[in-house]
């Protein structure tokens, strides 16, 4: 399953899906407008290969991590922005399938996800439900739990609190 998070990512997952031949593969892509991200300030989308990868460093000593996959990684990097100007160095992971993540070695997990990073917020709209895993024991994951809400997705976010707020909150509150 990959949940790309703009144009380039989608490129990656593209590939992925091609080159698999070892099973099903499902690509999980919004209705959204969602914007391509800028990867000359951005990490490259070549990091979907890897399943996870670190597409915004913490400008200040690192401090947090946000994660999210698909549409929701505009939110992260929303959040972190916020929180850099109150000098809180947050690095932004983006996560557009945990089954590649999973296959990658200690030494590449531990260098996106620092064991000693223990203020860990993830942002899925869909579930929260699995991203215990990557936000530890401390961490706090945004989403929506539960089914039968209609309306377009911005009233939606902003009445189950996945928003950017949201987050900068969640690492505020952690730190």
């Known amino acids: 399953v990959l949940r790309p998070a703009d144009a380039n990512e989608t490129a990656y ?16 892509l919004t209705r959204q407008n969602v914007p391509t991200l ?15 990868y670190v597409v ?4 200040a000593p690192l401090q947090a991590i946000v994660m999210a996959t698909g ?9 972190a922005e916020s929180l850099e100007v109150d000098g809180v160095g947050v690095r932004v ?14 030494a590449y997990k531990e260098s996106v996800f620092p064991k000693a990073v ?17 936000t530890g024991d401390r961490g706090i994951a ?17 009445e189950f609190g996945i928003t950017s707020e949201a987050a900068a909150r969640a690492v505020r509150s952690l730190l």
């Open 13 to 28: 997952a593209w590939r992925i899906a091609l080159e698999n031949d070892k099973g099903p593969t499902l690509l999980a």
């Open 38 to 52: 800028d990867r000359t300030i951005y990490g490259s989308a070549e990091g979907t290969l890897k399943g996870a």
């Open 56 to 59: 915004k460093e913490a400008e």
């Open 71 to 79: 549409s929701e990684v505009e939110l992260a990097l929303e959040a």
């Open 93 to 106: 992971v983006s996560m557009p399938c945990w089954e590649l993540f999973e296959k990658q070695d200690a």
């Open 118 to 134: 223990t203020a860990r917020v993830s942002i899925e709209a869909g579930v929260t439900m699995g991203w215990s895993r990557y």
């Open 142 to 158: 945004i989403g929506l739990d539960h089914f039968g809400a209609s309306a377009p997705f911005e009233k939606l976010y902003e």
